[in-house]
């Protein structure tokens, strides 16, 4: 994806600027359509059940997640003796990681892990255990958001 090539990242706008950007995000009224719609056009090759995961733990699950989090941090700065909460925290986390995830896989899409598998099949014809094991080493890394592999 293009993030850090883009040149409106957040850090980029002041802090009055980033909480205006946020108030019309949380004012949209058909956000999960917007989104879905946006990552369809960002990822044409992409599968409708991967859309669908990335815009829930996106756009409709971790925004309310993201949300908690920051209400969760302000508690404890009125009432210290307010406990953060590390479920508010895992939460959190559980939709960034899933959105790192999907992020990798979004860009190879199901043509790039069926990519992948045919590459297997040719390679077991071959009896190339060593390519073999590569290759899946490769989708697991896809599938475990640890690298983004890019397409071949």
């Known amino acids: 994806m293009q993030q850090s090539q883009d040149a409106n990242t957040p850090k980029q706008f002041s802090r009055e600027q980033r909480w205006e950007i946020v108030r019309t995000l949380l004012q949209r009224s058909n956000l999960s359509s917007e989104a879905k719609q946006a990552f369809h056009q960002a990822y044409p090759n992409a599968p409708e059940e991967m859309l669908k995961t990335a815009v829930f733990h996106t756009y409709v699950d971790g925004i309310g997640a993201a949300i908690d989090w920051l209400v969760d941090l302000e508690l404890f700065l009125r009432e210290p003796s ?60 896809m599938f475990e958001g640890s690298q983004n592999y890019p397409s071949s």
């Open 82 to 141: 307010h406990e953060i909460n590390m479920g508010v925290a895992y939460h959190l986390l559980y939709h960034l990681y899933n959105w790192y995830q999907f992020n990798v896989l979004l860009a190879d899409g199901k043509a790039g892990v069926l990519e992948r598998l045919k590459e297997i099949k040719e390679l077991a014809s071959n009896g190339d255990i060593e390519a073999i094991l590569s290759t899946v080493e490769q989708l697991e890394s």
